[in-house]
């Protein structure tokens, strides 16, 4: 599985390289996408995320242009974020490299085979912290 994992994760990195981002960003940027202007803390806990890693992947989107960030005029301890223009302009490109990654992911599967390593995996995630 450790293997699986990690080679998952270089075809990612690979793919979302050539777009700027690191694996992870693009889960952050598809969550805003869906729901702009999500708290950092909404954010944090979907990508079961501590605070101080949320808050170093939104500071590098942000130094990448890509998201802003700001205090909620209801309530001041709590940090929004938004999607820049760019951050909006690389949805396209991002969903594009995720179909790839699919695609190659699940070269040689069956549609029956894809749709049960998805039940598999639905079924694992919760034992996973």
């Not at 202007?37 to 995320?49: C, E, I, P, V």
């Not at 960030?69 to 396209?92: A, I, M």
């Amino acid at each position: 599985m450790f293997a699986l994992a990690r080679s998952h994760r270089t075809l990612a990195g690979g793919l979302l390289g050539d777009l700027g981002l690191f694996p992870g960003q693009e889960l952050i940027l598809m969550q805003l996408w869906a729901e702009d202007g999500q708290s950092q803390k909404a954010l944090g806990r979907t990508q079961r995320l501590d605070h101080s890693t949320i808050a170093k992947s939104l500071r590098r989107l942000e130094a990448a242009g890509l998201i802003t960030r700001q205090k909620s005029p209801r309530d001041g301890r709590v940090t929004l974020v938004f999607l820049t223009p760019e951050g909006r302009g690389l949805q396209g490109r991002t969903m594009a490299a995720w179909g790839e990654l699919e695609r190659q992911t699940t070269e040689g599967l069956t549609a029956t085979e894809r749709g049960q390593f998805v039940a598999l995996a639905r079924k694992i995630a919760p034992n996973l912290p």
